[in-house]
């Protein structure tokens, strides 16, 4: 398995652009997380999902974030406008589900790099 | 909700010694404990992890030990090499959540 694939790696804008971060997930799992890593407050979670549905979205900072999974296999993550304060890498992860209430791992992307000027 | 602190922020050790990082929850619900490593410009990947109805779990040079009573668990790695340089991250999560809440990371860095 390709692992998570996340794209693009790099993204460089300019303060008031539209961002859209992608990620492909593992096959066959069920669970979907999007978090933000910075030196300031390390990595947060921004929203997950489960089968496609959005369980919790409190961690999206603001209206400006917006997160979609229209289906098992894509999730975006979008900013807009964007602001130099969003500046972090940002992380998609999967996780399966073996047994219902038990946590499982997650498999962590390679990260894309956000720089909003 | 729960709160994970861990410790050492920065660990230096020389190549061939041990290295032990501590982390310590709060909500006595936690039951899962997985460890990540986070190499420059990568993401997490997992490296071990433990759940509450064990206390240690060893696999090659890495080993992490549970104590429920006292809220804290360990990371331990033998015989370091410059290859374990990198920032590791300990999580707790329990049944019902699959929002795992992460430590701050510990930098380790191994001289050779």
């Known amino acids: 398995d390709a692992g998570v694939i996340q794209s693009p790696r790099h993204e460089v804008t300019e303060m008031g652009q539209e961002v859209t971060l992608r990620c492909k997930p593992i096959?066959?799992?069920?669970?979907l997380f999007w978090y933000r890593q910075t030196m300031m407050r390390g990595l947060e979670l921004l929203i997950y999902?489960?089968?496609?549905?959005?369980?919790?979205d409190s961690g999206m900072p603001e209206d400006r974030f917006s997160a979609k999974m229209p289906n098992a296999s894509f999730s975006t993550l979008k900013i807009q406008p964007s602001e130099p304060r969003d500046s972090a890498v940002y992380f998609c992860?999967?996780?399966?589900?073996?047994?219902?209430?038990?946590?499982?791992?997650?498999?962590f992307g390679p990260g894309t790099r956000l720089t909003v000027t | 909700g729960e709160n994970v602190e861990q410790h050492p922020s920065t660990l230096s050790v020389q190549e061939g010694d041990s290295a032990v990082i501590k982390c310590t929850y709060s909500?006595?619900?936690?039951?899962?404990f997985p460890w990540y490593k986070q190499e420059l410009g990568k993401g997490p990947q997992l490296i071990i992890d433990?759940?509450?109805?064990?206390g240690e779990k060893k696999d090659q040079r890495i080993a992490v030990t549970l104590n429920k009573t006292a809220k804290h668990f360990s990371l331990h790695i033998t015989e370091t090499q410059p290859e374990d340089s990198a920032v590791y991250f300990c999580?707790?999560?329990?049944?019902?959540?699959?929002?795992?809440?992460f430590g701050r990371g510990t930098s380790l860095i191994v001289h050779p």
């Open positions: 992860a999967s996780s399966p589900q073996r047994l219902a209430g038990i946590p499982n791992e997650q498999y």
């Open positions: 096959s066959g799992h069920d669970y």
């Open positions: 999902f489960n089968n496609n549905v959005p369980i919790d």
């Open positions: 909500d006595s619900a936690s039951n899962y």
């Open positions: 433990i759940r509450s109805n064990v």
């Open positions: 999580a707790a999560s329990k049944g019902g959540s699959y929002i795992p809440t």
